[in-house]
C-alpha cells in the first residue's frame, strides 16, 4: 500500500516537472527566434501556423545607418486605430528598418496642402523631405529660396534614384526643373498611361435605339437626342440626358477638336503650328458652336453652369440617367464609382468613345508624361545627403514592389499564370494594406516593376466591378495615337502685370463660352468677334510673344506631345479571357 502511494507521488512530481519546463521554455524561448528576418518569398516562408504570412519585421534595423531626417506623409485620418497612425504603423516600421537612414513622419492633410505647407516653412517647422504636389507652389518655394536646388546633390551622391529617372532626363526636367536648367524637385517615374480620358456610353441603349456609337460631333447629337427624347431606358418617363457639359464634360470636345491644354485652371489653349505657338480661334469657334448646339437641342441638363464641380451629373451618371458621360473619376476610373454604378444599373453594358472626327482631323489619345515632381528638399534641412539617402532607398525595386503589392502570402498572391495578382485575406488586407499602403507609395517609381504596373495587376478579372473596369480600360487602351501637339509641361512665369492680364482674360474668355452656349441671342460669329476683341485689349499678342520666346529659345528642351507620343508606349494589355485561364 505504501509502495503505491510512493509511486504515485513521483509520477505526480515528474508530471510537475515535465509541465514546469514547458511554462519556462514559452516565456523565455521565444525572444532568439524573434529577431531573424521574416523570409517572404516561397509558398511556405515564414507563414504562421494560421497559414498567413507575417508582417517582415524584425524589431531591429537591418542595414547600417547614417543619418536621419523628417518626411511627410500625407494623413486622411482613414489609418485603423489598431494599426498605429500614418507616423508609427507597421509599414513606417518596416521603412526604418530596412532605409539606411532614421526617418521621422510628419503627418500633413492634403485637402489644404498649400496653405499648411506654406505655413511650415514660414515658420521653420517644415521636414527636411516634402510633398508638394501644387507646382505653382513648388516654383514659389523655389523662387523664395525656402527648397534647395537639387542638381549637384543628384550628381554627387545618388546612386538609385539617378539610375532611375537617367533614362527619362528631358522628360524630369520638364515637370521638377526652371527654364535655366535648376533641378527644385524630386519626382517618379510610373509605367507610360494614356494622358486623357475618354467619356462611357450607354451600349445597351445604343443596342436598343438601334444606333451605332458616334464618331463624329454630327453622330455624336443625333445619338444624344435619341437618348434624350426616345425613352432608353423604358421608364415611360422624360428623365435621360444624352451628355453632361458639367466639367470635366467639355474637356472631351475641346481635345476632339484639337484645342490644348484642357481642363486647366489657367487655360492656355495653344497649339503648335509650323514651329510657333498659335490660339486656335477657328477651332474654339467651333466647339463652342457645337455646344451650343448640344444646349438648344435640349440633350444637356441646362444647369450645368451651376454645377461647379460636376457632382450633378456624376449622380446623374449614377442613377443611370446620362446616356454619355464624362465625370470626375467616373466609370473604370474609380472602383466605388464603378460599384455603384453597376449596382444601380445591373443591365448596363458600357464602351468608351474615342475622339470625334471633326473638320480639323481625327485626333487619338495621346501618351501622356510618365514622370511626376511629387516632393522638394527644405533648405533648413541638416543632412542633405540623408534625404538622398531616403530618395535613393525609395528608388529601388524592393520598395515600389512591396509598397504596391504588400507581402506575398499576406495580402497577395501572384496568379499561376503570371499574369496578376490575387487578393488575399479581404479583411486583414483591408485594414493594413489598402487603407494605409497607398501614403508610402507617393515616391516608388512604378517603371521599375513592369510587371505588375499595368492594368492586368491592378484588376482581379473575376471581380465583376474590377472585370468590368478592365475591360473598359482594354478598350480604350484601342484608341491611344497621335494627338494635337502643342506645350506638355508648365508654361514659364509670367512677368507680373501679363500673368494678372492674362488670368483675367483667360476668365472672360472661359465665361463668354458659356455665355453664348446658353444664351439663344448671342450668336456663334458674335462670340467669336468679342473674344478675340477682349483677348487683344488684354495684351494678348504681347502674352503670345512672350511664350513664343520662351519656346524658341528652349525648343530643345520643352516635352510636346509629339514627343511623348512618338516614345511612349503603353504596356500590353491582353483579352479579359487570356486573363482568365
Same mark, same amino acid.
Given at each position: 500500500?505504501?509502495?503505491?502511494?510512493?509511486?504515485?507521488?513521483?509520477? $505526480?512530481?515528474?508530471?510537475?516537472?515535465?509541465?514546469?519546463?514547458?511554462?519556462?521554455?514559452?516565456?523565455?524561448?521565444?525572444?532568439?527566434?524573434?529577431?531573424?528576418?521574416?523570409?517572404?518569398?516561397?509558398? &511556405?516562408?515564414?507563414?504562421?501556423?494560421?497559414?498567413?504570412?507575417?508582417?517582415?519585421?524584425?524589431?531591429?534595423?537591418?542595414?547600417?545607418?547614417?543619418?536621419?531626417?523628417?518626411?511627410?506623409?500625407?494623413?486622411?485620418?482613414?489609418?485603423?486605430?489598431?494599426?498605429?497612425?500614418?507616423?508609427?504603423?507597421?509599414?513606417?516600421?518596416?521603412?526604418?528598418?530596412?532605409?539606411?537612414?532614421?526617418?521621422?513622419?510628419?503627418?500633413?492633410?492634403?485637402?489644404?496642402?498649400?496653405?499648411?505647407?506654406?505655413?511650415?516653412?514660414?515658420?521653420?517647422?517644415?521636414?527636411?523631405?516634402?510633398?508638394?504636389?501644387?507646382?505653382?507652389?513648388?516654383?514659389?518655394?523655389? #523662387?523664395?529660396?525656402?527648397?534647395?536646388?537639387?542638381? &549637384?546633390?543628384?550628381?554627387?551622391?545618388?546612386?538609385?534614384?539617378?539610375?532611375?529617372?537617367?533614362?527619362?532626363?528631358?522628360?524630369?526636367?520638364?515637370?521638377?526643373?526652371?527654364?535655366?536648367?535648376?533641378?527644385?524637385?524630386?519626382?517618379?517615374?510610373?509605367?507610360?498611361?494614356?494622358?486623357?480620358?475618354?467619356?462611357?456610353? #450607354?451600349?445597351?441603349?445604343?443596342?436598343?435605339?438601334?444606333?451605332?456609337?458616334?464618331?463624329?460631333?454630327?453622330?455624336?447629337?443625333?445619338?444624344?437626342?435619341?437618348?434624350?427624347?426616345?425613352?432608353?431606358?423604358?421608364?415611360?418617363?422624360?428623365?435621360?440626358?444624352?451628355?453632361?457639359?458639367?466639367?470635366?464634360?467639355?474637356?472631351?470636345?475641346?481635345?476632339?477638336?484639337?484645342?490644348?491644354?484642357? @481642363?486647366?485652371?489657367?487655360?492656355?489653349?495653344?497649339?503648335?503650328?509650323?514651329?510657333?505657338?498659335?490660339?486656335?480661334?477657328? #477651332?474654339?469657334?467651333?466647339?463652342?458652336?457645337?455646344?451650343?448646339?448640344?444646349? &438648344?437641342?435640349?440633350?444637356?441638363?441646362?444647369?450645368?453652369?451651376?454645377?461647379?464641380?460636376?457632382?450633378?451629373?456624376?449622380?446623374?451618371?449614377?442613377?443611370?440617367? $446620362?446616356?454619355?458621360?464624362?465625370?470626375?473619376?467616373?466609370?473604370?476610373?474609380?472602383?466605388?464609382?464603378?460599384?455603384?454604378?453597376?449596382?444601380?444599373?445591373?443591365?448596363?453594358?458600357?464602351?468608351?468613345?474615342?475622339?470625334?472626327?471633326?473638320?480639323?482631323?481625327?485626333?487619338?489619345? @495621346?501618351?501622356?508624361?510618365?514622370?511626376?515632381?511629387?516632393?522638394?528638399?527644405?533648405?533648413?534641412?541638416?543632412?542633405?545627403?540623408?534625404?538622398?539617402?531616403?530618395? &535613393?532607398?525609395?528608388?529601388?525595386?524592393?520598395?515600389?514592389?512591396?509598397?504596391?503589392?504588400?507581402?506575398?502570402?499576406?495580402?497577395?498572391?501572384?496568379?499561376?499564370? @503570371?499574369?496578376?495578382?490575387?487578393?488575399?485575406?479581404?479583411?486583414?488586407?483591408?485594414?493594413?494594406?489598402?487603407?494605409?499602403?497607398?501614403?508610402?507609395?507617393?515616391?516608388?517609381?512604378?517603371?521599375?516593376?513592369?510587371?505588375?504596373?499595368?492594368?492586368?495587376?491592378?484588376?482581379?478579372?473575376?471581380?465583376?466591378?474590377? #472585370?468590368?473596369?478592365?475591360?473598359?480600360?482594354?478598350?480604350?487602351?484601342?484608341?491611344?495615337?497621335?494627338?494635337?501637339?502643342?506645350?506638355?509641361?508648365?508654361?514659364?512665369?509670367?512677368?507680373?502685370?501679363?500673368?494678372?492680364?492674362?488670368?483675367?482674360?483667360?476668365?472672360?474668355?472661359?465665361? $463668354?463660352?458659356?455665355?453664348?452656349?446658353?444664351?439663344?441671342?448671342?450668336?456663334?460669329?458674335?462670340?467669336?468677334?468679342?473674344?478675340?476683341?477682349?483677348?487683344?485689349?488684354?495684351?494678348?499678342?504681347?502674352?503670345?510673344?512672350?511664350?513664343?520666346?520662351?519656346?524658341?529659345?528652349?525648343?530643345?528642351?520643352?516635352?510636346?506631345?509629339?514627343?511623348?507620343?512618338?516614345?511612349?508606349?503603353?504596356?500590353? $494589355?491582353?483579352?479579359?479571357?487570356?486573363?482568365?485561364?
Amino acid at each position: 500500500m505504501l509502495l503505491k502511494v510512493v509511486r504515485k507521488l513521483i509520477m $505526480l512530481l515528474v508530471v510537475f516537472i515535465f509541465s514546469f519546463s514547458v511554462v519556462l521554455t514559452g516565456c523565455g524561448g521565444g525572444t532568439a527566434s524573434s529577431d531573424k528576418p521574416v523570409p517572404t518569398k516561397g509558398p &511556405d516562408a515564414g507563414k504562421e501556423e494560421t497559414g498567413i504570412a507575417p508582417f517582415p519585421l524584425t524589431g531591429k534595423a537591418n542595414v547600417p545607418k547614417s543619418g536621419k531626417i523628417t518626411a511627410t506623409v500625407w494623413d486622411f485620418q482613414k489609418c485603423p486605430k489598431e494599426m498605429g497612425d500614418m507616423t508609427n504603423n507597421v509599414w513606417t516600421k518596416w521603412i526604418n528598418e530596412n532605409c539606411p537612414v532614421d526617418v521621422k513622419f510628419v503627418p500633413i492633410t492634403r485637402w489644404d496642402e498649400s496653405t499648411l505647407i506654406r505655413q511650415k516653412f514660414a515658420s521653420g517647422t517644415a521636414p527636411d523631405y516634402v510633398f508638394v504636389y501644387d507646382s505653382t507652389l513648388r516654383a514659389s518655394l523655389y #523662387r523664395d529660396k525656402m527648397i534647395l536646388r537639387l542638381n &549637384d546633390l543628384i550628381e554627387k551622391n545618388s546612386t538609385e534614384y539617378k539610375k532611375v529617372v537617367e533614362p527619362f532626363w528631358k522628360n524630369m526636367m520638364s515637370v521638377a526643373a526652371t527654364v535655366e536648367g535648376d533641378i527644385f524637385a524630386f519626382v517618379r517615374v510610373e509605367e507610360p498611361s494614356l494622358g486623357a480620358k475618354c467619356p462611357t456610353i #450607354r451600349v445597351d441603349w445604343l443596342e436598343k435605339l438601334g444606333l451605332e456609337k458616334p464618331t463624329t460631333p454630327e453622330e455624336f447629337l443625333e445619338v444624344c437626342k435619341a437618348f434624350t427624347n426616345n425613352d432608353p431606358d423604358g421608364n415611360g418617363k422624360d428623365d435621360t440626358y444624352g451628355y453632361n457639359l458639367a466639367e470635366p464634360g467639355p474637356f472631351f470636345l475641346e481635345a476632339s477638336y484639337g484645342i490644348a491644354e484642357v @481642363g486647366s485652371k489657367k487655360w492656355r489653349p495653344y497649339i503648335i503650328e509650323d514651329g510657333k505657338l498659335v490660339i486656335p480661334w477657328d #477651332r474654339i469657334k467651333e466647339f463652342t458652336g457645337f455646344m451650343k448646339q448640344l444646349y &438648344d437641342a435640349g440633350v444637356v441638363d441646362k444647369d450645368f453652369v451651376v454645377d461647379r464641380d460636376g457632382s450633378k451629373a456624376t449622380q446623374d451618371f449614377l442613377q443611370g440617367k $446620362l446616356g454619355i458621360a464624362q465625370i470626375n473619376n467616373g466609370f473604370a476610373a474609380d472602383k466605388e464609382v464603378t460599384r455603384t454604378y453597376l449596382t444601380n444599373n445591373p443591365i448596363a453594358k458600357q464602351a468608351p468613345v474615342p475622339y470625334l472626327k471633326t473638320k480639323f482631323g481625327q485626333f487619338k489619345m @495621346g501618351v501622356g508624361n510618365n514622370v511626376g515632381a511629387v516632393a522638394v528638399l527644405n533648405a533648413k534641412a541638416k543632412d542633405p545627403v540623408a534625404v538622398m539617402k531616403y530618395v &535613393d532607398f525609395c528608388s529601388t525595386e524592393k520598395y515600389a514592389r512591396f509598397v504596391q503589392l504588400g507581402v506575398e502570402g499576406r495580402h497577395f498572391e501572384y496568379k499561376p499564370n @503570371g499574369r496578376g495578382i490575387i487578393r488575399l485575406n479581404k479583411e486583414l488586407t483591408t485594414k493594413e494594406f489598402d487603407t494605409i499602403s497607398w501614403e508610402y507609395r507617393h515616391n516608388k517609381h512604378g517603371i521599375l516593376i513592369k510587371d505588375v504596373s499595368n492594368p492586368m495587376f491592378t484588376y482581379d478579372v473575376k471581380d465583376p466591378v474590377e #472585370r468590368a473596369m478592365y475591360l473598359h480600360t482594354y478598350e480604350t487602351w484601342k484608341h491611344v495615337g497621335i494627338e494635337q501637339d502643342a506645350v506638355d509641361q508648365p508654361y514659364p512665369a509670367l512677368p507680373k502685370e501679363l500673368n494678372t492680364r492674362e488670368s483675367s482674360a483667360m476668365k472672360k474668355a472661359r465665361e $463668354l463660352i458659356y455665355k453664348c452656349v446658353t444664351t439663344r441671342s448671342y450668336s456663334v460669329d458674335e462670340f467669336f468677334k468679342e473674344i478675340q476683341n477682349e483677348w487683344n485689349k488684354a495684351g494678348g499678342p504681347e502674352i503670345e510673344k512672350y511664350y513664343n520666346d520662351w519656346y524658341t529659345k528652349y525648343k530643345d528642351r520643352v516635352l510636346t506631345k509629339a514627343e511623348l507620343n512618338k516614345k511612349g508606349k503603353l504596356p500590353e $494589355l491582353l483579352p479579359v479571357e487570356e486573363l482568365e485561364k
